[in-house]
């Protein structure tokens, strides 16, 4: 890959912060968006602006094609069966929700079990145990191994032939581990259990195929892969979305409305109500051409190149710990011996290199790792191994400006 070319399409990279060329290493938290997704989404406004599936005038035809042309972009990208099971939402956070609201709500008893692990992010949390408090289900949870992976015999273990539904990221967006979403899938499966995906850190980074994985629901966010704000994917099987119940109400949604009652419209629409994320969506399909024509596989490769060297370059810094396991996806979480992780942001920001510093949106695996926050650099297609270098420089200044105290 071009890396060179690839950022001159990021025209936010072209700046400096604090007197310093930006490094910007928080793309788990939001990717940057290239010109091919920002001009996508300006033409729209311009040219064709208009409300979809309503209106019989050219620009409301114009904006539906494109809508729906994303939505076909999205099956494409992620080897669903039908467009009927791409439902647009406002972001992973929503996709999860739908799934528990639409469908654990409905479906679930007392006596059944949901099964997550410590390491997800709160919005693959919160959800189900809402869902468990509602139904009167119980939640559990996967143990992590040493490093922090799930192995399959602790799936095993955990997972009954009570458990009706088992939740799970395919990335961590703490540690970085890439969970095996197949075999996981084969065991829920085998206990007549549905398996839900926290895809969010793992689409925009690599090739998903839906229907090999066998998942029953996908969820993942535009904005963290080169697309805009505001915009994200629910997928799921059609059989299991036919079952389920709208979560929102109102216009677009519906088929026929009387004085007290009223029927649905057909998937994918059903779960669409209101007028839509229209040039979210657009940006969307946008950002998948865009990462099309590089290639999922070649910024696979990429990342896993420049985290190998990342993990190289820290661990040479004394009194710093890396997190999570050895083989990982492109992001290292760390913490330096005596400095905050806030601190040790403040720092790299006064150097022009953002980082993220907190608890990442996962408390009990914080928890689980026996500290309150991190720091966490994670990479994509537009960072290199000089970004790296950066962020080494800036954390053994973070260790001179907070005295060394090793």
């Known amino acids: 890959m071009d890396i060179q070319a690839i950022r001159e399409q990021f025209p936010i990279l072209n700046q400096e912060v604090n007197g310093h060329p930006l490094v910007y290493l928080d793309s788990a938290a939001t990717s940057q968006k290239p010109l091919q997704v920002i001009e996508a989404i300006e033409n729209y406004y311009k040219n064709n602006n208009s409300n979809v599936h309503r209106g019989v005038h050219t620009l409301g035809n114009r904006a539906t094609d494109q809508y729906e042309g994303a939505r076909e972009k999205v099956k494409q990208f992620i080897g669903a069966n039908s467009v009927q099971e791409i439902i647009f939402t406002r972001g992973t956070t929503t996709s999860l929700n739908t799934v528990a609201y639409g469908y654990a709500r409905h479906f679930l008893k007392e006596g059944d079990e949901i099964i997550i692990t410590q390491m997800e992010h709160h919005s693959n949390i919160i959800p189900w145990q809402q869902a468990a408090k509602y139904t009167g289900a119980t939640l559990k949870y996967i143990p992590l191994a040493e490093d922090g992976t799930v192995t399959i015999d602790a799936v095993k273990e ?3 032939s009570n458990t009706k539904i088992v939740a799970i990221a395919h990335v961590s967006n703490v540690l970085g581990a890439v969970n095996p979403i197949k075999e996981i899938a084969e065991i829920a499966h085998q206990n007549g259990a549905i398996l839900v995906v926290d895809g969010a850190q793992s689409v925009p980074h690599m090739k998903v195929n839906v229907q090999d994985l066998d998942c029953d629901f996908y969820a993942f966010s535009g ?13 799921g099987k059609k059989a299991l979305l036919e079952k389920m119940e709208p979560v929102e109400f109102g216009g677009e949604m519906i088929d026929f409305v009387d004085l007290y009652d009223s029927t649905w419209k057909e998937l994918p629409w059903k779960f669409e109500g209101g007028t839509p994320v229209i040039a979210g969506a657009i940006g969307l399909g ?6 099309e024509e590089i290639g999922l596989d070649k910024i696979t490769e990429h990342e ?17 710990t890396i997190y999570g396991p050895e083989k990982r996806a492109g992001l290292v979480t760390f ?4 400095v905050h992780p806030h601190d040790t942001a403040t720092v790299l920001d006064a150097e022009g290199i953002a980082v ?14 026996q500290c309150t926050a ?7 297609l537009y960072n290199d191994e000089k970004d790296v270098d950066r962020l080494v420089e800036g954390l053994n200044r973070a260790k001179e400006y907070f005295g060394d105290v090793f």
């Not at 904005?223 to 997928?235: A, F």
């Open 158 to 160: 955990t997972v009954t």
């Open 223 to 235: 904005h963290k892969m080169c697309g805009p704000t505001g915009i994200g994917v629910l997928y």
């Open 286 to 291: 946008a950002a998948i051409d865009f990462l």
């Open 304 to 320: 896993n190149q420049l985290v190998h060297y990342a993990q190289q370059k820290l661990s040479e810094i004394d009194g710093l």
């Open 335 to 338: 913490n330096i011996d005596g």
């Open 356 to 369: 993220r510093a907190g608890h990442h949106c996962a408390q009990p695996l914080m928890k689980w790792l």
């Open 374 to 380: 991190t720091a966490r650099a994670s990479f994509y």
